[in-house]
């Protein structure tokens, strides 16, 4: 017998609607066709995983990227004047 395969979409739909707990886990598991134990297990999952979301790591890493991003900025300003340079200095040489 095949393991039924879910997608993280799935699984972090049915995650929620037990977070919120406005149906009963036996009846989103009813509604969307897997066990019960599967959806507890998807919520203790989500809610492990939320303090994550929030945590200095998440802030560090977003902050390292902004410091990429204007570090790859700068240098292409760097080489367009670069550019720039050259191509005023090529007009500049005599032609033979």
Do not use: C
Request: hydrophobic share 35%.
């Amino acid at each position: 017998m095949q393991r039924k395969r879910y997608s993280a979409e799935l699984k972090v739909k049915i995650a929620l609607e037990a977070v919120k707990g406005l149906k009963t886990v036996n009846e989103i598991a009813g509604e969307h066709g897997v066990h019960p134990t599967q959806v507890t297990q998807w919520k203790k999952q989500v809610l492990e995983a939320l303090p994550e979301v929030f945590s200095r790591k998440s802030g560090t890493y977003h902050k390292s990227q902004d410091a990429l991003i204007s570090e790859l900025y700068q240098q292409i300003g760097q080489l367009k004047v670069e550019l720039d340079w050259l191509k005023k200095k090529s007009r500049a040489l005599p032609v033979r």
